[in-house]
């Protein structure tokens, strides 16, 4: 049986499961970076809307300080899910990426204030990109991502060996991530014969930028997102 290495945090990963292996693939999880989540406090600040761009960033500080009939503005139908699970109703939803989400709050918001809920490693800054149109935008790093130094000795070994055979990737920091790890120990050459599996073409691309050849891409596992 094939074997696909998830590389996501390990709760995200459990959600990959089921999906993979109904395609045939047994799961080596080992997440390649971890979560760390932010107190924070909204004070004197008022907004006119609120931006998501992860399910990770909807957490009881979030809840704790976001009101329940805020305009929040959304990627993904897993973020999406869960601010519902929280109560939140006002969503506007951008099924694609971030920038299908830029276009339409340009088209919808009036110029005004805005949070923006998101990491300390991100792909797409809505906060330098609304604010030259006049949005005044306050960032908050709600929750951390923290990369692993090192691949285990395990996960090494599956790799030399030959033993995994596809890797999902659903952003490009992870792509980045992955990379990194595997130049420290020398794994990339490996790479010519282990799969990478893209959420979008964009991803898709960028890892063949950073060098990868072997990639595809897949639009139904941004229904996992």
Not at 131 to 155: H, Q, T
Not at 163 to 177: E, F, G, H, P, R
Not at 189 to 203: G, P, T
Request: with cysteine; proline share 1%; hydrophobic share 45%.
């Amino acid at each position: 049986m094939k074997k696909i290495l998830l590389v996501r945090p390990f709760d995200d990963s459990l959600k990959l499961v089921d999906f993979f292996r109904d395609r045939g693939f047994k799961d080596v999880i080992y997440p390649i970076f971890l979560f760390y989540y932010q107190e924070f406090l909204l004070i004197n600040f008022e907004y006119d809307c609120v931006i998501v761009t992860s399910a990770n960033a909807v957490n009881h500080y979030f809840v704790q300080n976001v009101s329940k009939n805020a305009r929040i503005y959304v990627v993904g139908g897993a973020s999406a899910e869960k601010l519902r699970d929280f109560g939140y109703e006002n969503l506007i939803i951008a099924k694609n990426n971030a920038k299908s989400l830029k276009k339409i709050i340009l088209e919808r918001q009036k110029i005004g204030k805005i949070v923006y809920f998101c990491s300390n490693i991100i792909a797409f800054d809505f906060a330098k990109s609304l604010r030259f149109y006049g949005y005044e935008v306050k960032k908050i790093n709600n929750y951390l991502i923290e990369p692993v130094k090192k691949l285990s000795k395990n996960i090494v070994k599956q790799i030399i060996a030959g033993d995994i055979n596809l890797v999902a990737i659903y952003s490009k920091n992870t792509a980045d991530i992955l990379f990194n790890l595997l130049k420290k120990d020398n794994l990339l050459e490996y790479f010519n014969s282990i799969k990478l599996l893209c959420v979008s073409v964009k991803v898709a691309n960028h890892c063949r930028f950073l060098g990868f050849e072997n990639v595809e891409y897949d639009a139904s596992l941004l229904m996992k997102l």
